[in-house]
């Protein structure tokens, strides 16, 4: 049995879904197209500032930049603001 692999499920099976969604992720992230105001908008997010710093510095209403993040969670299929940041940085939309 040298060099066989042996698959150890030492997760439950929804945790183990998880896992295999999270790392697959990019197969939906390849085709994510953000508008350039969403690329901006994006590149603040990344920096952890508060929603009210963020719009200030964007020139835009609180509600606008709420909806412009709301959209990029949601074309990176992302369940939060955390995992659309990190989606980006791995897809090299962010630096």
């Known amino acids: 049995m040298a060099n066989a692999a042996i698959r150890v499920n030492i997760f439950p099976q929804s945790i183990q879904e998880q896992i295999h969604e999270t790392l697959n992720w990019h197969s939906q992230t390849d ?3 953000l508008t350039n105001r969403e690329k901006e908008v994006l590149q603040i997010m990344s920096l952890a500032w508060n929603d009210e710093e963020a719009a200030q510095a964007l020139n835009i209403s609180l509600y606008t ?3 412009h993040r709301k959209n990029i969670v949601n074309k990176f299929n992302a369940k939060n603001q955390i ?3 990190v989606r980006a940085f791995r897809s090299k939309l962010i630096h």
């Open 83 to 85: 995992e659309a940041i």
């Open 31 to 33: 085709r994510v197209e």
């Open 65 to 67: 930049y709420r909806a």
